[in-house]
């Protein structure tokens, strides 16, 4: 499923090529992922995208209120309270196309754009998401969801970890926590800090939480630059492939040695999700179950009197 590095490489190549156009038509065929498709169907069409931008998982297409429709494009950026909500899911592509080039298969939305080309949402499994939100429920919606990993202060981001007692994998994947972290970058992340992903967020000490921060950061800005990571068949808004999969140093990679130490890789379930990690590099403290394992607790035996 796309995170953060692969959402913002999509929004950033959209921001380039269709802000500023205006919708002339939706076409719906599938919509079973969308929340209420009359409304696209209703709202959309005359409607200018003012911009597109990432908002943790989710790409926002900013839409230009009616009273904007004929400001120049450059105008068009403005601040706006309206906006197609996308969600790509685990196989979704959102990219734009020539209007004579032939549908894929499992197109299921087209929104026609004045300069003749169709931005077009591509998504054989249908796990992705697509909504028309404006004014109070769109605020609504989007205060679902923690800190932008990149944005969060040292404070703040120790705040949120320290501050509770599940595992720090399950923490990174918790999307009211940091929004935009998936399976592929908390692994990446949590082994660059050297940190077992089953400790608890509470038990973390404040410079693992301080360098754990960092590297999420790094790593993210890394995979970011490199156009995120394709796994299966993640594209970007030209279709063209990431690169940083080749950077990853745990994430996948079970059985193989550790770049660091040699150690082999293992994986584990946390919060249920496979985790990556370096058993030798990321040892598991006190209290922490291996694979497969639960922590031992000692019982008392009960003696009775006659």
């Not at 913002?8 to 205006?22: D, F, M, Y």
């Not at 994998?169 to 929004?179: E, G, M, N, T």
């Not at 970007?236 to 059985?255: C, M, S, T, W």
């Not at 946390?270 to 922590?295: D, F, L, N």
């Amino acid at each position: 499923m796309p995170e953060l590095p692969e959402v913002e490489t999509v929004a950033r190549g959209l921001q380039k090529s269709v802000a500023g156009r205006r919708i002339l038509s939706v076409t719906l065929r599938k919509t079973d992922f969308i929340d209420d498709p009359a409304a696209l169907e209703r709202e959309l069409p005359g409607r200018r995208i003012a911009r597109v931008e990432r908002f943790g998982k989710f790409m926002l297409l900013q839409l230009a209120s009616q009273q904007g429709l004929s400001e120049p494009r450059e105008a068009a950026a403005a601040t706006v309270s309206e906006a197609l909500l996308v969600h790509l899911g685990m196989t979704g592509n959102l990219s734009l196309h020539f209007a004579n080039q032939p549908l894929a298969k499992h197109t299921h939305v087209t929104l026609v754009l004045d300069d003749g080309r169709e931005l077009r949402y591509i998504d054989p499994r249908r796990f992705g998401r697509m909504a028309y939100l404006s004014g109070e429920t769109l605020a609504t919606e989007l205060t679902r969801f923690g800190a932008d990993p990149l944005l969060v202060s040292e404070e703040e981001f120790a705040k949120r970890i320290s501050g509770s007692r599940a595992r720090i994998k399950a923490l990174l994947l918790d999307q009211s926590v940091l929004r935009g972290v998936g399976n592929i970058y908390a692994d990446e992340s949590l082994w660059a800090a050297c940190i077992h992903p089953a400790k608890s967020g509470a038990r973390l000490q404040p410079q693992e939480a301080s360098r754990l921060r960092k590297e999420l950061q790094k790593i993210l800005r890394q995979a970011i630059r490199m156009r995120g990571s394709t796994i299966i068949d993640f594209v970007d808004a030209e279709g063209l492939p990431g690169d940083y999969q080749q950077r990853h140093k745990v994430y996948g990679r079970e059985g193989k040695n550790c770049f660091r130490c040699g150690a082999r890789i293992k994986r584990m379930m946390v919060a249920g999700r496979s985790s990556h990690y370096c058993p030798s590099c990321q040892r598991a403290g006190r209290g922490i179950a291996g694979p497969g394992k639960k922590t031992k607790r000692k019982s008392r035996a009960r003696t009775s009197k006659k």
